[in-house]
């Protein structure tokens, strides 16, 4: 059985579609990269999958976790899906964490609403601040968030998000704030922890290339659409995809200016009928101004492109 199965995903904001038709699966302890330019709906995505979003929102499809319709639950079965099940970590750690409570504070806070053994959670969050590279975790536990520099507060968001060992990681950009060394070393750390722990990540970035290297696959969206969910590089089908690994800059030459895509994306409530990318792809058919292809399989990548269709004769 699949851990988790969006299927037919569509979100509204206060009336305006922000998310249409996202469909995906994942297995147990998968990483699932999530890509796109700003405002494509990768932080919406995660909000919809963990039940986060705002009040306003109106939400169609479904969305399975283990077995469990999201959107039906309620009450005890809620709280225990936010505890135990999937755990957020956000970009700006310094908005997660209450500034006025000691970092260990923060650690036990749910363990003691919810009844469990704190001495022994205690230990697993000194073992997990340690195996995310904190030196002197004791000492740590009694600081409060200002006395820690960003990389090492969000070593231990990365901490506390592992802590109730939950079937499911949700990470929103969570190095995009860190130094580059850095974000290697705290990513490597924490992607050791969750498949020790069998852990699946869905891990939300602006990087191609980062998010190619620590996951499985990676799905691509596109004013609020799927346009592919590759696992590869070699897989990559889709002219925006491709388009999004040509703009990377080169590590060898330097280069005047950086290469991207041509044009601005478009938001997901200006997408008529046919595919979103079509006024920017640089190899679109008439056929893409009408209509946007299902996901279908193409080798091992999965992607909704005419001209692939075309490909295939
Ligand atoms: N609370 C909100 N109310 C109304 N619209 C919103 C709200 N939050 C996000 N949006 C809109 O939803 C769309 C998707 O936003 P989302 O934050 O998911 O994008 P993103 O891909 O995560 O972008 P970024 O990379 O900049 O974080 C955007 O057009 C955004 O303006």
Same mark, same amino acid.
């Given at each position: 059985?699949?851990?988790?199965?969006?299927?037919?995903?569509?979100?509204?904001?206060?009336?305006?579609?922000?998310?249409?038709?996202?469909?995906?699966?994942?297995?147990? $302890?998968?990483?699932?990269?999530? %890509?796109?330019?700003?405002?494509? @709906?990768?932080?919406?995505?995660?909000?919809?999958?963990?039940?986060?979003?705002? *009040?306003?929102?109106?939400?169609?499809?479904?969305?399975? /976790?283990?077995?469990?319709?999201?959107?039906?639950?309620? @009450?005890?079965?809620?709280?225990?899906?936010?505890?135990?099940?999937?755990? /957020?970590?956000?970009?700006?750690? =310094?908005?997660?964490?209450?500034?006025?409570? +000691?970092? $260990?504070?923060?650690?036990?806070?749910?363990?003691?609403?919810?009844?469990?053994?704190?001495?022994?959670?205690?230990?697993?969050?000194?073992?997990?601040? =340690? +195996?995310? $590279?904190?030196? *002197? #975790?004791?000492?740590?536990?009694?600081?409060?968030?200002?006395?820690?520099? @960003?990389? &090492?507060?969000?070593?231990?968001?990365?901490?506390? $998000?592992?802590?109730?060992?939950?079937? !499911? !990681?949700?990470?929103?950009?969570?190095?995009? #704030?860190?130094?580059?060394?850095?974000?290697? *070393? %705290?990513?490597?750390?924490?992607?050791?922890?969750?498949?020790?722990?069998?852990? #699946?990540?869905?891990?939300?970035?602006?990087?191609?290339?980062?998010?190619?290297?620590?996951?499985?696959?990676?799905?691509?969206?596109? #004013?609020?659409?799927?346009?592919?969910?590759?696992?590869?590089?070699?897989?990559?089908?889709?002219?925006?995809?491709?388009?999004? !690994?040509?703009?990377?800059?080169?590590?060898?030459?330097?280069?005047?200016?950086?290469?991207?895509?041509?044009?601005?994306?478009?938001?997901?409530?200006?997408?008529?009928?046919?595919?979103?990318?079509?006024?920017?792809?640089?190899?679109?058919?008439?056929?893409?101004?009408?209509?946007?292809?299902?996901?279908?399989?193409?080798?091992?990548? &999965? %992607? +909704?492109?005419?001209? %692939?269709?075309?490909?295939?004769?």
């Amino acid at each position: 059985m699949n851990l988790l199965t969006v299927d037919d995903l569509s979100v509204d904001l206060a009336g305006v579609p922000v998310l249409r038709e996202v469909g995906f699966t994942m297995a147990h $302890g998968e990483a699932l990269g999530v %890509v796109g330019e700003s405002g494509s @709906g990768k932080s919406i995505t995660l909000r919809a999958l963990a039940r986060l979003l705002p *009040d306003s929102a109106r939400q169609t499809g479904t969305i399975t /976790f283990d077995g469990k319709d999201v959107s039906k639950l309620r @009450g005890a079965a809620l709280r225990e899906f936010r505890r135990h099940e999937v755990s /957020f970590v956000f970009q700006d750690p =310094r908005s997660a964490i209450n500034p006025i409570q +000691r970092i $260990g504070d923060f650690l036990l806070e749910s363990v003691r609403d919810a009844g469990e053994d704190v001495s022994a959670v205690r230990t697993q969050s000194l073992q997990l601040l =340690r +195996r995310m $590279g904190i030196d *002197d #975790a004791e000492r740590r536990m009694t600081q409060y968030p200002f006395e820690l520099s @960003g990389g &090492l507060l969000q070593r231990v968001m990365i901490a506390s $998000g592992l802590l109730p060992r939950p079937k !499911l !990681l949700l990470a929103d950009e969570p190095t995009t #704030a860190l130094d580059v060394t850095t974000q290697s *070393d %705290v990513l490597a750390l924490a992607d050791e922890l969750r498949r020790e722990q069998d852990t #699946a990540l869905i891990f939300v970035t602006h990087d191609i290339d980062l998010a190619l290297a620590i996951c499985d696959r990676v799905l691509v969206l596109y #004013a609020g659409r799927v346009l592919e969910i590759s696992p590869s590089q070699a897989a990559v089908s889709h002219p925006y995809t491709k388009g999004l !690994l040509d703009s990377r800059p080169p590590i060898d030459t330097r280069l005047d200016r950086l290469p991207s895509i041509e044009g601005t994306p478009i938001a997901a409530a200006e997408a008529g009928s046919g595919c979103p990318f079509v006024f920017r792809c640089p190899v679109a058919l008439p056929q893409c101004r009408d209509s946007l292809p299902d996901l279908v399989e193409h080798g091992p990548t &999965l %992607v +909704r492109c005419h001209l %692939v269709e075309a490909s295939r004769g």
